[in-house]
């Protein structure tokens, strides 16, 4: 641990103070802090990931993923340099950083020798915000660090401080409950409200009197719709903030929770009164009282910031970096969706399997950098509007896919082959060297395959390398008839591309 005097001293009792406040050292695990190291550790790929507090002997992990004990001393750990600096740390190889080394979680288990940790910080009753921990991921290997780790981590820091203060506020309203014990029906109007909101980070609550057919907003609220506290509810304008079809959404969820009682949540999208666009995410359930509906209370949160982050996160984790197409994943994923409609409707799907012939020579020859744009420059070309209606996709390497359009026939599959041997043709030239790469394509139909993935995909594989046997820059149709693929030039017919 590092040793310091004065503000030093001072700022470490800070700290410690905030720590105990909080309340959350040696807790039972959680499943929402468990959920956001999982998902550290997914998106930045490494073998461990934490959530830990510092206290002044020890770290201790309220979330862990991986080889790490509940708690490990705090001399020479990593996690106490973030949590002394209150600065995001990266460590590309402990074994060649002085201050790790020796580290006894570097020379044995958990054989740490790459980390990256953020601070986690609570804000004070001051407004002072004071570091209780990190966020962080760990490896056994290491790596080039990159600055999109730390800014991921960051990103998700703040919903485990989020996490946090929703629990420390929950434990002080727990506390003013109990102080209190005043007026019941509004305690526990306060109580569901609460329990919505720190379910949800509270934003802002309503409330709308049946009776009186009036509506309250706290001024979270006011703040979401971007209107002044001063000018009130605009109750004749309400539902005016959400586009047409969510507000028919909107409702019809409250007249169910008027008819069944049952309670609700939903996401929509929003305008402010500003023109702002926004994603907002909305609860509503019904007040009693001496059992009878008085009320519908919820809550009303802006999620823009996290709905745009968990689509940045599905965008990642569905594309690929190189081409920015769908990659293998994302591919397999809309296939078996099609596949289940095709069952449904015993309709054929028709896959497209590409390897790149000359590729190879292109990286030996010219460099990796020149392979690289040669595979840019295949993506844009089948992200061409000819295309319209298929998805590309990058499967690996020089190996493409395509999902060819719903109802796709014979004839146009043929245009759309053609079309690909042609537009698959690429000249690089290079360092005073030219190269040539063109496109071999292997077909296949689901039919054929028994609407079956795997399989489906084997025929249009056997297809592309019966091709590549025949002659590279062709393309052929499997066939089940024969049991094996059946040559096809470049010119490709439409009867032949049908299925058999």
Request: charged share 30%.
């Amino acid at each position: 641990m590092l040793q310091g005097t004065g503000s030093n001293t001072q700022r470490e009792a800070l700290r410690q103070q905030a720590l105990i406040e909080i309340a959350l050292l040696d807790t039972p695990p959680e499943r929402e802090f468990d959920a956001l190291a999982k998902l550290a550790q997914r998106m930045l790929g490494t073998g461990m990931s934490s959530i830990t507090l510092i206290d002044p002997e020890r770290q201790w992990f309220k979330a862990r993923c991986g080889p790490l004990a509940a708690e490990t001393p705090r001399a020479q750990a990593f996690c106490p340099v973030v949590f002394e600096t209150e600065a995001p740390l990266i460590v590309a190889d402990a074994k060649l950083d002085r201050r790790f080394e020796a580290s006894p979680f570097v020379t044995g288990a958990p054989n740490i020798r790459y980390y990256a940790g953020v601070p986690v910080r609570v804000r004070r009753a001051d407004g002072d915000t004071i570091t209780i921990g990190t966020l962080c991921v760990l490896d056994e290997r290491p790596r080039e660090p990159m600055a999109a780790d730390l800014e991921v981590l960051t990103e998700l820091a703040c919903l485990a401080e989020a996490l946090i203060e929703a629990r420390a506020v929950a434990l002080r309203a727990a506390e003013n409950a109990e102080e209190r014990r005043v007026a019941v029906e509004g305690l526990e109007r306060e109580r569901r409200q609460f329990k919505q909101a720190e379910r949800m980070a509270d934003m802002g609550s309503y409330r709308y009197d049946i009776e009186k057919q009036s509506t309250s907003w706290s001024d979270g609220v006011f703040a979401i719709h971007e209107l002044p506290v001063s000018g009130g509810v605009p109750t004749g304008e309400i539902m005016n903030f959400f586009p047409e079809t969510d507000r028919a959404l909107f409702r019809a969820a409250v007249e169910r929770v008027l008819d069944t009682g049952e309670p609700f949540e939903m996401d929509a999208d929003f305008v402010t009164a500003k023109g702002n666009a926004r994603r907002v995410r909305c609860s509503c359930e019904i007040e009693l009282a001496k059992g009878k509906p008085v009320a519908l209370v919820g809550l009303i949160q802006d999620i823009t910031e996290r709905h745009g982050l968990e689509e940045r996160l599905r965008h990642r984790a569905r594309t690929d970096d190189l081409t920015q197409l769908a990659n293998r994943a994302e591919f397999h994923r809309v296939l078996d969706a099609r596949l289940r409609e095709a069952r449904a409707s015993d309709v054929d799907v028709a896959v497209l399997l590409i390897d790149l012939d000359g590729f190879k020579g292109v990286n030996d020859r010219l460099g990796h950098a020149a392979g690289d744009d040669v595979l840019r420059r295949v993506a844009e070309r089948l992200r061409a509007s000819s295309y319209t209606g298929c998805l590309p996709a990058r499967l690996g390497g020089d190996e493409f896919a395509i999902l060819a359009p719903a109802a796709c026939d014979g004839a146009r599959l043929s245009a759309i082959v053609q079309r690909l041997l042609h537009d698959l043709e690429i000249i690089v030239d290079g360092q005073s060297q030219i190269a040539r790469v063109t496109g071999t394509i292997g077909l296949a139909w689901s039919r054929e395959a028994g609407q079956d993935r795997d399989v489906l995909l084997r025929h249009a594989d056997a297809a592309l390398y019966a091709a590549k046997r025949a002659q590279k820059g062709t393309a052929q149709s499997y066939s089940v008839q024969v049991g094996q693929a059946t040559a096809q030039g470049r010119r490709v017919s439409a009867s032949k591309l049908a299925p058999k």
